[in-house]
C-alpha cells in the first residue's frame, strides 16, 4: 500500500488550502483514509492527532471536534484519491499533515495506532 499526500504550503491564516492523498495498492473497497497532523512542538514526541476521516464504500465521515465546520473531507473513487479541503485556517493548524489508510471494516476512529499503512507529511503553514 502506498499513500501520496500533497497540496501543503504557506497561507495567511483565515486563507484556504487542499491536500490531496492518493492511494495505490490497496485491493479492497473495505477501508478509510484519514488525516492526521503533526504540530511542530510535537514533533519529538511523536504524536499526530486525527483530523478527519473518510470511508470509501459509503463516504461517511468524521471530523475533530476544532475543524468542523471549516474543513471538508472528500473522495473520488475513480481516482483513488482523497481531498481534505481547508478552510478559515488559523495558525494552530499549523504542522505536517499525514494521510493514512485503516484497511478491512474500518473503525472511523481518529487514532493512529488503528491505521496500517502511511504516507509521507505534507507541511502546512498558517502565518501571517
Known amino acids: 500500500v502506498q499513500l501520496q499526500a500533497s497540496g501543503g504550503g504557506l497561507v495567511q491564516p483565515g486563507g484556504s488550502l487542499r491536500l490531496s492523498c492518493t492511494a495505490s495498492?490497496?485491493?479492497?473497497?473495505?477501508?478509510?483514509i484519514g488525516w492526521f497532523r503533526q504540530a511542530a512542538g510535537k514533533a519529538r514526541e511523536g504524536v499526530r492527532e486525527g483530523v478527519s476521516c473518510i470511508r470509501r464504500s459509503d463516504g461517511l465521515t468524521h471530523y475533530k471536534d476544532s475543524v468542523k465546520g471549516r474543513f471538508t473531507i472528500s473522495r473520488d473513487n475513480a481516482d483513488n484519491t482523497v481531498y481534505l479541503q481547508m478552510n478559515s485556517l488559523k495558525p494552530e493548524d499549523t504542522g505536517v499533515y499525514y494521510c493514512?489508510?485503516?484497511?478491512?471494516?474500518?473503525?472511523?476512529?481518529?487514532?493512529?495506532?488503528?491505521?496500517?499503512?502511511w504516507g509521507q507529511g505534507t507541511q502546512v503553514t498558517v502565518s501571517s
Open positions: 493514512a489508510a485503516e484497511l478491512g471494516e474500518p473503525t472511523m476512529h481518529l487514532s493512529e495506532g488503528v491505521y496500517d499503512a
Open positions: 495498492g490497496i485491493t479492497s473497497d473495505d477501508y478509510a
